[in-house]
């Protein structure tokens, strides 16, 4: 099984190490999330899959786990868990009678997929005052802004005017 994992991330020329036997941890390259860490871990009767999506969020909780609950019924092989901390991972876990090459890069793709274009969602909602201190905080000193355009429309004190 490790092999036909190994294939799987070699056809998807993604960056990976293998740590210790059948343990993958996988780089994700992203737009919004820059990377997501994924572990693909091959276990005796079934393959684990986990990958760290945010820290526990500061504020607004309950809307925000009523959030990522709500998108656990939309998702295909992970879905959204939350650990000892509180953080957010995405997490799943496939028989290995299931996994070939086009399981694991149907599931590479769906936890790339689910933790970017959820994520900027998920530090709104989770974040916001917090966005918008460090935009006040760089904004103040001239530093780049770039990183957090994606949050100019609630963050951006110009925009919150108009």
Same mark, same amino acid.
């Given at each position: ?53 945010? #820290?526990? *969020?500061?504020?607004?909780?309950? +809307?925000?786990?009523?959030?990522? !609950?709500?998108?656990?019924?939309? /998702? $295909? ?15 799943? #876990?496939? *028989?290995?009678?299931?996994?070939? +090459?086009?399981?694991?890069?149907? !599931?590479?793709?769906?936890?790339? /997929? $689910? ?29 780049? !802004? ?17």
């Amino acid at each position: 099984m490790r092999d036909v994992v190994r294939a799987a991330l070699d056809a998807a020329e993604v960056s990976y190490d293998e740590p210790r036997p059948g343990a993958f941890l996988v780089k994700l390259p992203g737009q919004h999330k820059l990377a997501t860490m994924t572990w693909l871990i091959v276990g005796e009767q079934a393959l684990h899959v986990e990958a760290f999506f945010c #820290r526990k *969020p500061d504020e607004n909780h309950a +809307e925000f786990y009523r959030w990522l !609950l709500g998108k656990n019924g939309a /998702t $295909y092989g992970v879905h959204f868990s939350v650990d000892s901390v509180g953080d957010v991972h995405l997490v799943g #876990r496939v *028989p290995l009678a299931a996994v070939t +090459e086009e399981e694991v890069d149907r !599931l590479l793709g769906c936890v790339l /997929t $689910y933790s970017d274009d959820w994520f900027d969602r998920a530090l709104e909602l989770g974040f916001a005052s917090s966005i918008r201190r460090e935009w006040e905080w760089r904004a103040k000193r001239g530093e780049s !802004l770039a990183n957090l355009q994606a949050f100019a429309r609630f963050a951006d004190p110009a925009r919150s005017r108009d």
